[in-house]
């Protein structure tokens, strides 16, 4: 489990999508494996942490005197907040009804289809050539960011509470959409991502505490550290994948994956857990 979400966590094709197929598979269920499910998401954060370990210093040492350090850190604490409100006040029925195999088979569809749809409108606005339409891109890199752009991801990154849709793909392509490189989309859900995983894997187990004991650090901790390590391999590759490529790869992914886990359900191939 720990492998599955370090590995889809900054992809746009939903790790907490594929943590709950996995987990059915294994049949790794129940109220504690979804608390399960969301802490380990901070050991892809803590990855992040360590690759971006120079500008976040840089940042946190400069928030004082700096102008453009303030800047970036306002506009990661302006596109936290619509998830933290949200969250808070939907985030429990959310996790009732749609962490289900089906729900999740039916957002990686739509999700699919929603990335081919703003890479065809990529390519007919910048032409074929994407390093071409990265030099005309509105906001090129995460310092060139206004707060209202920030909002605007920031608002996006909220449909990633229905499971399957993908965080990381809300952020990348809501931010392409809106104007920015995809670089610049990328590297900013990155950073968004430490305050919004880290906060909910913090409070799903602030809240479920009566659900865990001590027995289960191992669990957690085996999980942790395995997503932090294959959330860094991840991280790296991404960076050298979207200079030169698109994300047309993944859209197909999740609309044959997503019509897979339906076929089976459907047919009873494959008996999918709660």
């Known amino acids: 489990m720990g492998v599955v979400e370090g590995l889809t966590e ?29 802490a380990i998401q901070t050991g892809a954060m803590f990855a992040v942490i360590w690759e971006y370990r120079a500008r976040l210093g840089r940042t ?14 306002l506009n990661v604490l302006i596109a936290f907040i619509p998830a933290v409100v949200l969250g808070l006040a939907f985030g429990s029925i959310v996790k009732q009804h749609l962490f289900h195999p089906v729900p999740v088979a039916m957002a990686f569809i739509v999700g699919g289809l929603v990335i081919l749809w703003v890479e065809a409108r990529h390519r007919k606005a910048f032409g074929e050539r994407d390093q071409q339409g990265e030099r005309r891109a509105r906001v090129e890199t995460v310092d060139d960011m206004t707060p209202l752009d ?6 996006v990154q909220c449909l990633a509470l229905i499971p399957g849709t993908s965080r990381s793909g809300a952020t990348i392509i809501g931010g392409m959409v809106f104007g920015f490189s995809r670089q610049c989309a990328t ?34 901790g085996v999980g942790l550290v395995f997503a ?14 979207v200079s030169t490529h698109d994300f047309t790869v993944f859209a ?5 994956f997503g019509l897979v886990v339906l076929g089976t359900a459907y047919t009873g191939m494959v008996t999918w857990a709660a």
């Open 10 to 38: 900054f992809l746009p094709i939903s790790s907490t999508g594929h943590l709950i197929l996995a987990a059915s598979l294994l049949n790794f269920t129940g109220e504690k494996i979804k608390v399960f499910e969301i």
């Open 60 to 73: 946190v040492s400069g928030l004082g005197h700096d102008p453009q350090a303030r800047r970036f850190a």
């Open 150 to 155: 920030a909002l605007k991801v920031g608002l």
């Open 187 to 220: 590297e900013f859900s990155f950073y968004l991502g430490i305050p919004t995983l880290m906060g909910a894997g913090a409070y799903s187990v602030l809240k479920n505490r009566h659900l865990l004991d001590a027995g289960d650090l191992p669990m957690f």
């Open 228 to 241: 932090f390590f294959s959330a860094l391999l991840c991280i790296r590759w991404l960076i050298r994948y």
């Open 252 to 256: 197909w992914y999740r609309i044959v």
